[in-house]
């Protein structure tokens, strides 16, 4: 029994729902044990989060992070962060006043420094026209779930977390598709749709994965023998699911399969076959999955995969190989040596393309990596692996609060810092820098990367953030809103006020609309009420007004499904 909660004699017996949220709780933090003392589990390989559709880092990052001192460094914040901040029942929460609309007349919202009245969210309340879309994914600790925002209700799971890779993407024809796995070292790999009513169709097949021992080691030696990444094309058409297998003593065997989204159909295919050992150092050699990108026109493909050994610290070895391709619609040409990345200087976290027919000096992709010294920086690199240019986010370990490529361009990477609200853009074409205003006092502390909090509209000329009071519990943890601001320029265009604790953000494809989530626990206020569970606001990116909140979807640790709602 939670400690604070009210015991029978000071508050009315439980009902239904608030029962039901504690059996959720209850499922949801519960968690396999590892198969052996000695041997890791799929999850606890590749993490329990599941890659979001527009190749943020957000959360593929913590995947591929090894024992170097940076990592060590940057891993305990993320832990403690996602252990401690994330799920925390916040308090102390004062309202935020409005700042100018993008239309230019101020956003609608309480002021003041006075903290609203202790209540709950009501239900459902609805201004105006019902936002589109109205049905939209949304992630639990238990799996996918569609909420119904004309009513208000989370339906129940469509697809479960399982012990393998699961990945949603949106499907152009509408509803979305499963990229989905079952097993660990055997992965059968299958296409399932979704509609918008949540009728999962029937499974596609799409390749097995088979990792197998080289006999020539222990098993102990050989962990994790398999493994997918699944990312999405800039245009939304394809799935790129990236995969790698043991092949014995022959060494790892990479590939990637481009996955039409409306017909299922495998479009094309490739592989290439990696002759390496198992072991280096004496300890066991991972491979790991690839990171597949397609460029902004859609004629070459990356191949970005990373290695790493077992050992920490100094001793510790890791690094990410590039190989580049041509598409062309049917078929992926013969795959070239682009250059690789070592943890010596830079520990890549994420990998994808430039615009390279507008580039000013023949960097063709970008690698976003930390130093050693806990710096987050992006590299532009040329098809032949040279170095273009490095560029240094500044403060990035004190603050750094997540990335996204603006599609469909992919000319441009964002930063974002919560706790400082501060908006930065890099420009993928010529390696130029720009770091916004402060929105509000400085309170920096440290974070990690999470790329739930900015959003990037569809058409590239609008980011969205999320703030956050300060990382300090002596201080506040709660969300300060919603900011907008132009794409291009890093003006302010808006500061909407939160109506609880938010923790994720979306946007509309027509980009008329901003989503923002509360994972569940507190109230409108900032109090302790686990009963009520979860939350959506929807905001009028016109003005900044409130359009819609579902205020009891009577779930906890619920984000957003995927950052454009289509």
Same mark, same amino acid.
């Given at each position: 029994?939670d400690p604070d909660r009210p015991t ?48 943020g880092p957000g959360l593929r990052w913590?995947?591929? /992070? ?12 993320? %832990? ?19 700042? &100018?609309? &993008?239309?230019?007349?101020?956003? +609608? ?58 990945? *949603? ?88 399969? #481009?996955?039409? /989204? ?16 198992? #072991? ?21 493909? *990356? ?7 077992? /050992? ?94 603006? &599609? ?14 501060? %908006?930065?853009? *890099? ?43 300060? +990382? ?80 009891? /979807? ?13």
């Open positions: 029994m029978p004699t000071d508050r009315a017996p439980l009902d239904d729902a608030e029962l039901a949220v504690l059996v959720r709780d209850v499922a949801g933090e519960w968690s396999l044990p590892p198969q052996r003392l000695d041997v890791l589990t799929w999850r606890e390989r590749v993490g329990r989060g599941h890659r979001s559709s527009n190749g913590t995947r591929r /992070l090894f024992g170097a001192a940076a990592v060590a460094v940057v891993a305990a914040i993320s %832990l403690l962060f996602a252990a401690v901040w994330l799920p925390a029942q916040r308090g102390d929460r004062a309202t935020v006043g409005s700042s &100018p609309s &993008p239309g230019g007349s101020s956003t +609608p919202g309480p002021t003041g420094s006075a903290a609203p009245a202790a209540s709950p969210l009501p239900k459902l309340v609805r201004n105006g026209d019902l936002p589109t879309p109205s049905r939209i994914m949304v992630q639990t600790g238990q799996g996918y779930h569609i909420v119904d925002l004309a009513t208000g209700v989370l339906g129940p799971v469509v697809v479960e977390r399982g012990h393998g890779p699961t990945t *949603l993407l949106a499907r152009p024809s509408g509803g979305w598709v499963c990229i989905c796995g079952d097993g660990q070292n055997v992965i059968r790999l299958s296409a399932e749709t979704v509609d918008p009513n949540g009728v999962v169709g029937a499974p596609r097949a799409i390749r097995d994965i088979v990792g197998t021992l080289d006999p020539r080691e222990s098993d102990a030696m050989q962990p994790g023998r398999a493994g997918v990444e699944v990312t999405a094309s800039p245009d939304g058409r394809f799935a790129l699911v990236g995969w790698v297998h043991r092949d014995g003593a022959a060494g790892w065997r990479i590939g990637a399969d #481009v996955i039409d /989204l409306d017909t299922l159909a495998t479009v094309a295919s490739t592989e290439l076959l990696l002759d390496e050992p198992v #072991v280096l150092d004496g300890q066991p050699r991972n491979r790991f999955a690839p990171i597949v990108s397609l460029s902004p026109a859609g004629d070459r493909i *990356l191949i970005a995969s990373t290695w790493g050994s077992n /050992l920490v610290g100094a001793s510790q070895r890791s690094g990410t190989d590039h190989w580049l391709a041509s598409f062309d619609g049917r078929s992926i040409g013969a795959l070239a040596d682009a250059g690789s990345t070592t943890n010596k200087d830079c520990i890549e976290t994420d990998a994808g393309f430039i615009d390279a027919e507008s580039s000013t000096d023949g960097a063709v992709y970008y690698a976003m990596c930390w130093s050693q010294t806990g710096v987050l920086a992006v590299r532009r690199i040329a098809a032949d692996g040279r170095q273009a240019s490095a560029t240094e986010f500044p403060g990035s370990l004190a603050g750094f609060g997540g990335g996204t490529l603006a &599609p469909p361009s992919g000319d441009a990477f964002y930063s974002w810092n919560p706790f400082d609200t501060v %908006l930065s853009r *890099l420009d993928l074409r010529s390696g130029q820098l720009s770091v916004g205003q402060a929105q509000r006092p400085n309170r920096s502390g440290l974070t990690d990367p999470l790329n739930s909090l900015v959003v990037v509209s569809a058409d590239g000329t609008r980011v969205y953030t999320l703030g956050i009071s300060s +990382p300090d519990p002596e201080i506040s943890r709660a969300s300060v809103g919603v900011y907008a601001f132009d794409a291009a320029t890093l003006a302010p265009l808006g500061h909407w006020a939160p109506q609880a604790d938010l923790t994720s953000i979306a946007v509309s494809d027509d980009g008329r609309y901003v989503y923002a989530a509360a994972h569940g626990g507190p109230s409108a206020a900032g109090d302790p009420a686990p009963e009520y569970g979860a939350s959506i606001t929807t905001y009028n990116t016109s003005d900044g007004s409130v359009a819609l909140i579902a205020g009891r /979807l009577l779930a906890r640790d619920l984000t957003l499904g995927e950052p454009i709602c289509r």
